[in-house]
């Protein structure tokens, strides 16, 4: 009985922690950036892969539209992405130094290498936490990227192996995940390239790539920060009337709103169906206890018989019951917690959310207290119904 | 103020059990005296109100207005919660079976009136430093050796279980032991031995015993022997 109350607050309180902490996560990735630019589509579809690396981009934009929107008097720095390579099943960021200079994240703070430093030679790689735990990879390791991202069976790039020249520190955000490599290194690795295949024919080996042009050509999207945030949507509005090609310019906290708005009917619902389990669980436990009241009136009229009123034995009644809830909600937070350890790496893996399976946040807590004042009053049913029949019984229960 | 002699004095006693399916069973009862250290064996056929007396003078039922006085205590006068004080505080209850709670130690079953009465404690803690001595005691006094204390209780045998209810009613000096039918889930020899135990200790304590049964073979170790048939009134009053 105790059980079932636990599992089903351990849902409940499940769907909540997740929710709230994929939240914080989301928008914890986002603390320093003030526009996410780039070509046009939907605002959350920008954000989702230029900034959580979740889907595909489906345009670039020309970097000579990069370098005028990074040009702007109110643009303090921009930081190129190039996305669509990917490392055994992780993304391959094209970017510049600057991406681990003006990157910020949580409580602004910036990217830190726990390593080696930022990439210098074409044939660079800075990998993320997880990348280099999930793989044991160190400094100076050699790795291959594939062309594409997603899927087994991809083409690589096997001809250009990357060198690990730094190691990012964890910080529980998409980037711990990525691997970061210069813009040009994106050009290199594509130069002998065409629409997504090899050209046939055509090898150029790594040393002599260098002799090549290779400057970019086209980025995927771009993280700017402003000098000023007040001016944020003249400078959105800048981006989003620009000439030379359709642009989107996105705050990434208005396409978060957006997003949780989409998404949040599904986790109300999802809510709502925990809170019916625990109900479910609940009105268990009244039925149990009072199923159990009937064998249990000879118990009734020995505490009535060394004085327990009728009130007392409500009141005793309704206590058990309580406990039998606080018991079980302490057992859900457990299972809770220990699940939540055991699933951390998976979830953080796919969803790419850090859950952190020790603390209950505010509005747990505040579900549990929730729970458990139900829990009181349902427990309020058999402790009346001991009352009624602890004053018809008295010290003669009729069996 | 000294105590009358009588522990148990009934004058007109009517209770009426609300119809349930046929109408509602009556007990009047004209005039019923006990007097303090009295043993009263009290007889009557099954379902003749042997239970139902008991349950007023123990102040769990309130009759109709009338004269009930238990040790000197005017039942009628008291509010429901203030029987259920005085109850604990000066009545030990032993029942015919299931007399423990299940979940309970043996000895949390034999402290339990201690718990809900302050006075029983005091007068438990007279002869004991600690109420696990006191029980411990009584417990041995009633023929259980302390090994039993740790077994839980529904382990035990309907002797034991007995023994121990005793132990309950007996705990902290009650002046008076209600016990119904407290041996028919016995066989006979087992009967005799805890009668001896029970009669023998209520004998030691001075404490007024009413002992129901149906049973007319235990009727001669009590000090008198009532038939509640002779009590009541064949008419209703
Ligand atoms: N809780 C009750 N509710 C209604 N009627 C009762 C109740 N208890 C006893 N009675 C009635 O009182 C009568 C006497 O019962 P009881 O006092 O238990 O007799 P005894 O103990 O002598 O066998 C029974 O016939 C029954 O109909
Ligand atoms: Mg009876």
């Known amino acids: ?399 | 103020m000294s105590p009358s002699p009588l522990a148990i004095a009934v004058q007109d006693l009517v209770f009426q059990w609300p119809a349930r399916n046929q109408a509602g069973f009556r007990l009047s009862i004209p005039r019923f005296e006990v007097e303090r250290g009295e043993r009263v064996f009290l007889q009557g056929a099954s379902g003749s109100g042997k239970s139902t007396l008991l349950s007023l003078l123990g102040g769990v039922l309130r009759p109709q207005p009338c004269r009930l006085r238990v040790l000197d205590t005017d039942l009628t006068a008291l509010s429901s919660s203030d029987r259920d004080r005085f109850r604990v505080d000066h009545v030990g209850f032993l029942f015919q079976q299931f007399n423990l709670v299940p979940y309970l130690s043996v000895r949390e079953n034999v402290l339990l009136p201690c718990r809900f009465s302050r006075h029983r404690r005091r007068q438990a803690l007279q002869s004991a430093s600690s109420l696990q001595q006191a029980a411990d005691r009584l417990l041995q006094r009633l023929g259980l050796d302390g090994s039993l204390a740790r077994q839980p209780v529904t382990a035990l045998s309907v002797g034991q279980q007995q023994r121990i209810a005793a132990a309950r009613a007996l705990i902290g000096h009650p002046e008076l032991i209600i016990a119904d039918e407290p041996t028919s889930a016995l066989d006979a020899d087992r009967q005799g031995e805890f009668l001896d135990l029970l009669l023998e200790r209520c004998a030691d304590d001075r404490v007024t015993l009413v002992f129901v049964s149906h049973d007319q073979r235990l009727e001669s170790r009590f000090t008198r022997s009532v038939r509640l048939d002779d009590l009541c009134a064949t008419t209703p009053c």
């Open chain 1, 1 to 399: 009985m105790a059980i079932s109350i636990a599992l089903s607050v351990m849902l409940l309180l499940g769907v909540e922690q997740l929710r709230i902490q994929a939240r914080e996560n989301f928008t914890q990735s986002i603390s320093g950036t003030d526009l996410v630019v780039g070509a046009r589509t939907s605002p959350i579809q920008l954000v989702l892969y230029a900034v959580f690396r979740l889907g595909d981009a489906t345009h670039n934009i020309r970097w000579t539209s990069f370098q005028a929107v990074a040009a702007h008097p109110a643009v303090a720095w921009a930081v190129p992405l190039s996305l669509g390579d990917s490392h055994r099943g992780h993304a391959v960021v094209g970017t510049t130094a600057a991406y681990f200079e003006h990157f910020r994240y949580g409580d602004r703070q910036p990217l830190a290498f726990s390593a080696g430093q930022p990439f210098a030679d074409v044939f660079d790689a800075v990998i993320g936490a997880e990348v280099a735990a999930q793989f044991g990879y160190r400094l100076g390791d050699r790795i291959v990227l594939n062309h594409g991202s997603g899927g087994i069976g991809l083409a690589e790039h096997a001809d250009k192996p990357f060198t690990v020249s730094g190691i990012l520190r964890r910080t529980g955000l998409a980037v711990d995940r990525s691997i970061h490599v210069s813009l040009e290194a994106i050009e290199a690795i594509h130069l002998d390239w065409q629409g997504g295949a090899p050209m046939p024919g055509v090898s150029i080996p790594p040393e002599h790539v260098r002799k090549f042009d290779l400057a970019p050509k086209e980025i995927t999207a771009a993280l700017i920060g402003l000098k000023n945030r007040a001016g944020v949507f003249q400078m959105q509005r800048f981006v989003n009337r620009y000439q030379g090609e359709p642009l989107l310019a996105v705050l990434p906290g208005v396409a978060l709103d957006d997003l949780w708005s989409v998404v949040g009917v599904v986790e109300r619902s999802l809510l709502a169906i925990s809170a019916l389990v625990v109900a479910v669980g609940l009105s268990g436990l009244v039925a149990v206890v009072l199923a159990g009241l009937s064998e249990r009136r000879r118990e009734l009229a020995i505490l009535r018989s060394v004085g327990a009123g009728p009130r007392v034995v409500f009141l005793l009644l309704a206590i058990e019951g309580l406990m039998v809830v606080v018991a079980g909600a302490a057992l859900g937070v457990l299972g809770l917690m220990g699940l939540g350890a055991l699933a951390a790496p998976m979830v953080e893996e796919h969803l790419g959310v850090t859950l952190s399976a020790s603390t209950l946040t505010p509005e747990a807590w505040r579900l549990l207290l929730l729970v458990m004042a139900t829990g009181f009053a349902v427990s309020l049913v058999p402790g009346y119904r001991a009352y009624r029949l602890s004053l018809a019984d008295g010290l003669t229960p009729r069996l």
